[in-house]
């Protein structure tokens, strides 16, 4: 068989992602330390995996209403609304998606017509690049950099907006560089699109994680946005729930809609169990999300004074669970510092590339593992270092 010819070819163009290389590199060694993966250390709060134990006893095994249990619905609206004050229909603008992951691909697919192109702020995950091809669109890249706390700006944006443009992706807080977009900030953007056709999918899976006295702003929250916003979040990262694969998107009715045509051919509906126990995680961990907050945040603080303290200088990340640290003065390019990096002191990061080419002479470090791991892997960096010259 001839499967070369057999494949779609812009299946076989797409690039394999750059975190699960060395992710799979980490996983041939017996003693690598890994700060590849963003993935919580904290296992899933009690009270959630009570009520999963509980809905599995009680045999709700069946599907749900394609676009979720209403009664998770109305916990997300209220939700949104608690902390951003923003009201949503549950029965009309809130669609339960598999994962954060799904709800991006169904808005993209929902939006995009053959040739439209999408607006993507990088450094960025790697996941709006490739859907955008395989909706046939075109992903446009906006270069953000450290000088500007690698957000994007409202002059940037407009240099980027063509007659072909349908959407801008807004992911922040940001992974990898761990940047966020504050309120002045997303006024400046939304002085920007005001007035064109422009719909914003905003991608906020870690906007528990945001650390400071101010508190997360959505674009949802700034006058006139709301309506022309896709807002994307799930429960993987606050919540601890990566392996329930549990997501949503909340929108404009007439958009969210066509999403849950697609939702509906390819899903029928998210898992079961993790809904029911979803609308636990919503109604009653708090608590939770602030302690691992907390932690995060003591993880953040190591670890950035660890790689100052090195000579890496190091972009103080505002969200999330990522550093975004330079090896330039390493003089190796993000790639050769990472395989070297894992093959001769077994620790495992990420190379900046991996999340477009601006992410060049950066590596992505994340800090959800212990402190303990994370002072192991920072004294192994440490070593590599000094065999380079650079310490």
Known sequence: ???ENILSRKVQDLQFSGIRKFFDIAASYDDVISLSVGEP???TPWAIRKEAIRVLEKGRTNYTANAGLADLRIAINDYINDRLHVSYDPLHEILVTVG??????????????????VLIPQPSFVCYGPIVTLANGTPVAIETSVENGFKLTAEALKAHI???????????????????????????????IRGTDIIIISDEIYSELTYGDEEHCSIVEIDGMKERTVL????????????????????????VTQMLKIHQYGIMCSPTMSQYAAVTALKDCKKDIEYMRGEYDMRRRLIVKGFNEMGLDCFEPEGAFY???????????????????????????????????????YIRVSYAYSLQHIKTALERIRLFLEDLGVL
């Open 1 to 3: 068989m001839d499967y």
């Open 41 to 43: 250390d904290f296992k």
């Open 100 to 117: 954060g992951s799904e709800a991006i691909d169904l808005a993209i697919r929902a939006l995009i017509d053959t040739g439209d192109e």
């Open 162 to 192: 063509t007659s072909k443009t349908k959407a801008l992706v807004l992911p922040y807080p940001n992974n990898p560089t761990g940047a966020v977009m504050r309120k002045s900030d997303l006024e400046a953007i939304a002085e920007v």
């Open 232 to 255: 994307i979040n799930g429960f993987s990262k606050a919540f601890s729930m990566t392996g329930w694969r549990l997501g949503f998107a909340a929108g404009p009715a007439p958009i």
């Open 323 to 361: 550093i975004f640290p330079s090896i330039r003065k390493t003089g190796l390019s993000s790639q050769e510092f990472c395989e070297q990096l894992i093959e001769k002191h077994r620790v495992a990061v990420v190379p900046g590339d991996a999340f477009g080419k601006c992410g060049e002479g």
